[in-house]
């Protein structure tokens, strides 16, 4: 018997959050969050990360469990995630895997293999060393040389991610793109059901901007300085996520306030087009549209629940 696993995955600002809570109650399950920053302690406003108070005692796992100065990665992500399921399922609950980095969920999923030749690292500190020098656009343009379809996926910004593309086509001689296409056809160890919700395109934006002046209004500038005055580092893994490398920007004088919070709500309008564009790529997705569903959170979970029920996901009355 395959082990139950629910995913509620989307783009940011669709409504996972009030959502997740409700179908965590219902189904008696756990969840365990597959955002990138969410997982980093005191980085609360700009990650929108759910409070104390909204749980609704719903146990959550990868939530505040780093400092913002430590790594986080695909690879760590799977690791603990398991270890998180593997708790869940002792207690006889459901892991109900939350959050947007598709790269994450499909690492869980279908439990992709990460080994890797770690003997030489000489390119990858190469390549690290051309990062600093000549930026992100310099390696998303080798990149393109070597895997355009890996170079339309990952954003210049990210630049780990671009190294390890790199770094595996000179190892392998092959396309990292190729190689979690073949990971991804690969038959997921787990009885699930994979939820994507979404919306119309002009009324996800909307939500994303008011969310963004949402976060200005609760004091996402006064986190930045104040992660920024413990020491993190502007080039550290957690900097990098959407709002905070923005503001670290105008804080060394590069731009205005007002110019910054409209690079956030732009950067983060595209980064939910791309995270659109992976979910659509991925096999056996149930699409929760609420622009055909409506914008009623009890219609949406009764189309759920009917997808949990026709996989056998519901627990027995």
Known sequence: MKKPLIILAGPTAVG???LSIRLAREVNAEIISADSMQVYRRMDIGSAKIR???TKGVPHHLVDVLEPWEDFNVVRFQQMAKA?????WTRGKIPLVVGGTGFYIQALLYDIDFTENDADTSYREELER????????????????ADPQAAGDIHPNNIKRMIRALEFHRQTGGKISEHNAKEREKE?????????LTDERSRLYERIDCRVDQMMEEGLLEEVRLL??????????????LGYKELCAYLEGECTLEEAVRVIKRDTRHFAKRQLTWFKREKDVIWADKSVLGQKEDDIMDYMMQGLSDRYLLPES
Request: glycine share 10%; hydrophobic share 30%.
């Open 130 to 145: 051309l990062a600093k020098e000549k930026g992100g656009d310099y390696l998303h343009g080798l990149l393109e040389d």
């Open 228 to 241: 920024r005055e413990q020491g993190v580092q502007r080039s550290s893994t957690a900097m990098q996520g």
């Open 16 to 18: 996972k959050t009030a």
């Open 84 to 88: 998180a399921a593997e708790q869940i």
């Open 52 to 54: 104390p108070e909204e």
């Open 188 to 196: 997921s160890p787990y009885n699930y059901a994979y939820f994507v």
